[in-house]
Nanobody
Framework: QVQLVESGGDLVQPGGSLRLSCTSSQSIYVMAWYRQVQGKERELVAQITSALSPTYAPGMVNRFTISRVNSKNAVYLHLSKLKPEDTGVYFC???????????????WGQGTQVIVSS
């Protein structure tokens, strides 16, 4: 069983930046970030393989950057130019194969809250 622990969620002003972190209990092929914002279903933001190949969901690439450090079993999500509509819970996820929506990842963290507000 892969355990994922997120951190980094915070209150940030519009236009600001934030970096979310997630650590896995073991090495795994794909690590990803999802989010659930108000009024919407949980959605995939980005995923990255152990070969450090990222894939972004449509509309996510311009302001969000996913990265990974395999030696730390860690994945990061850098959020920039944040908007109030980015407010929500951001989840770290992982899988042994590439995630193909609408199929969901296998392993999940508890989520970290991001609030974008002045």
């Amino acid at each position: 069983q892969v355990q994922l622990v997120e951190s980094g969620g915070d209150l940030v002003q519009p236009g600001g930046s934030l970096r979310l972190s997630c650590t896995s209990s073991q090495s795994i092929y794909v690590m990803a970030w999802y989010r659930q914002v108000q009024g919407k279903e949980r959605e995939l933001v980005a995923q990255i393989t152990s070969a450090l190949s990222p894939t972004y969901a449509p509309g996510m690439v311009n302001r969000f950057t996913i990265s990974r450090v395999n030696s730390k079993n860690a994945v990061y999500l850098h959020l920039s130019k944040l908007k109030p509509e980015d407010t929500g819970v951001y989840f770290c996820a992982a899988d042994s194969k590439k995630i193909v929506p609408p199929l969901s990842a296998t392993f999940w963290g508890q989520g970290t809250q991001v609030i974008v507000s002045s």
